[in-house]
DNA sequence: TGTCAACACGAAAACGTTTTCGCTGATTAT
DNA sequence: ATAATCAGCGAAAACGTTTTCGTGTTGACA
């Protein structure tokens, strides 16, 4: 078991000083071709690389991103972090992953355990029991000791940031409008509590979309599911308030779900009372995902690009970290939603 | 913005030595309670905490973990890096991910990163190309400099290191075994080729089935499919060749595919030329994931309980890591599957 | 022969810690 | 009164780099 190879190594191996080995390794012109040669060898010889952690104590940067968010088994989160790793490591820096698990104090600890050295800047999107509480603290110490955030789809306007979102109630709005131009009269809305930002903002977009037609909300369409229940197990409860919601509202015609699952979910329900998709009801979900692609039949979509806002995050943040002057301008990217037509609508 | 406070510009302010700054904040008895007290108000007002990076250089360890993974996007890899989270965190470890896109070159290059300082060891699994390639000079290289390194899912016999696996075999006989003793006659097989030996190993389970049932094996009924084309855009071409599977087949009544969406798409064909789930024909797949939970009918398979093993492979790893005497010993653990029975079986 | 520039290299500081050792002044024991 | 102990603190080394500055040797030139 040969250990790391260090300069000091290799400058008492070649009895020249270690300054002499550290320039002669990066071609200065100040080393003879002669010790430069004999230098260079050697270090190839014996594999040689420097050391990250000497390198990045001298040069006061990690080279490194921490990336924080809710939950990783999630396919919108995992592309985003497959957008972030990419342009990443393009750009020489790599990724170290935090999991919050939606939850404050493990948001509060991980940035911490990050914050105090290990890496260049942030990239996170918060977790919903830090929105709920309200509770920004951490974020504001962060970015005061002049380590950069960028904050991602779950934001809050309280903090000053570079921020890449999507126009959730635009995306929204376009979703319902597709369902009422295809001929729905009674589009229902699967949504989540308000405090879940996006939530309120896509049930804003369906509001929209109405009145855009207008048409004005039932309040009996408008299904706020709380989301503290549907976490894995308590899927039951959740077919069941949908299957209240068909059949209280027996011309429901077009549902819009917050979410794929929701969608999903909604579909298997009307299914199972004999509802014909999409010839008697059609149905829409945010965020594309496998469940989407692959359900029968096919779930249409708002896709809301995760591996691309991954990529826009990791670019502002390097931009910012590599930035030499130091006047603060925040930027907020909105990315483009699309709308994936699949066969759960006309 | 206030920068980060260290411990020399504490010593300043308080018109001492570094040395006693350090000592007081860790509590030492060489230091008299007066200044103790003093220097840890003055450091908690600052809130002061030690550097990182500069305590890795110190002792020599990073106190974080490099993973490497093929592709993050996938339920089964992010269940096994929460796995790995969860432990590492406790521990007091960090997690560092690099996605090698089940490429050769970007998943030696992703190492060599890591690996000079930046990590204390490894977990991966390893990339579809190097298993292709049969080269692993770079893991033997790591270990040999004495960085530990635990394989999970896709090892490799030839490298000598810390192991967790399924038995991928046997969870595959249980599975085909299932079919069979719920009356299936010609259970066919939908697998990839041999180079990926989980696709090996599942098939061999599948033909240890067959034998246990004195049935023998028709190679008419064994698809293996070529990995490379299943790549997102080539899933019509795998539906035509399950199509053509079924129809040079009729008596098929049993499929056991060696993945979650294999089986998926086969339903879907199964589905559209007419056949009964689970009345006609069953379905059983491997490696539980949304999809199988939330198809319709939803999909009986074998659950690999990613978490469990990345929490496994991280434990191993850490163990290795902290432990004192230098003997090595891997061990392989063999983490249990699991058969979900859901609708698409009897 | 003496001066000067160019060349090739080494010493040392710096990044932020921890820790070993040595030093000083005071208290105790002889 | 002298020696020995001890409490309390500081200096310095070490981790592995990079970089600035200094220094000695060589050759050319006046």
Redesign the interface.
Known sequence: ????ITLKQIARELDVSISTVSKALRDSIEISEDTRQKVQAFAKLY?Y??????L??KNRK?K?IGVIIPE????FF??V??GI?LVA?KRGY??????SNESFDKEVI?M???????IDGFILSISKETLQQQDYHHFK?TI???MPIVMFDRIVNEIHCDKVIIDDSKGSKNAVMKLLSSGCKHVAIITTKDYVSVGKLRTQGYLDALEEFKMSPETDLILKVDDELVSEDHLESLEREIEDLFKRNKKIDGVFAVNE?YA??AM?VA?NLGMKIPEDIQFIGFTD???SK???PSLTTVNQHGQQMGEKAAELLIDNLEREDEEEHYTTVVIETELVERNSTK
């Open positions: 078991m040969k250990k790391k594999n690389r420097p050391n990250n952690i000497a990045s104590l990690t490194t990783i088994v999630h396919h995992s592309k972090i497959r790793e490591n790599n990724v170290i992953v935090g999991l991980n911490q355990m990050l914050a105090n050295g290990s110490e005061s000791q002049g699952l999903i979910i298997k299914r995902g496998v469940l692959h359900a029968t």
